[in-house]
């Protein structure tokens, strides 16, 4: 299997909530709630960056299509990776995301191996990871 990664989907307990938190506060660019008119079919499509999509669908519609049951949230199963150009960078992106509600799980910090970073969690407790990393040439703005 050649890596190929286009879609990263969250599974969130309530859709409007989760619109308004990546729309509305931390700014991500989307056209909204699409696929009402089909039963499990509503859905958010955000564009993260040229060939991938971040989708916002509700925790019961991808237990339906998947038929596993609805299980407990568990935060520490997957973490998301937001780098950006500089340690100012990553103290910007937490203050917007703690403006927007999300949770501050480890405030910005010098990290162990030369880089700065902080963590948080969006209200359906998916945690992100907003870092600098001076190795990494091309680090995606903020």
């Known amino acids: 299997m050649k890596p190929a990664i286009t879609v990263i989907t969250l599974a969130v307990a309530d859709l409007e909530r989760a619109l308004h938190?990546?729309?509305?506060?931390?700014?991500?660019?989307?056209?909204?709630?699409?696929?009402?008119?089909?039963?499990?079919?509503a859905v958010v499509f955000i564009d993260l960056q040229p060939g991938l999509k971040l989708a916002l669908w509700p925790r019961s519609s991808l237990a339906h299509d998947t038929g596993l049951p609805v299980g407990v949230p568990s935060p520490t199963g997957l973490s998301l990776g937001h780098n950006v150009d500089s340690r100012a960078a990553v103290d910007d992106v937490m203050a917007q995301a703690q403006a927007a509600s999300a949770t501050l799980i480890k405030p910005a910090h010098d990290t162990f191996w030369g880089g700065y970073s902080g963590y948080f969690q969006d209200p359906d407790q998916h945690v992100w990871e907003v870092v600098w990393n001076p190795a990494w040439a091309g680090a995606k703005d903020a």
């Open 21 to 41: 938190f990546y729309r509305d506060g931390l700014g991500f660019a989307t056209d909204g709630i699409v696929g009402t008119e089909f039963e499990h079919g």
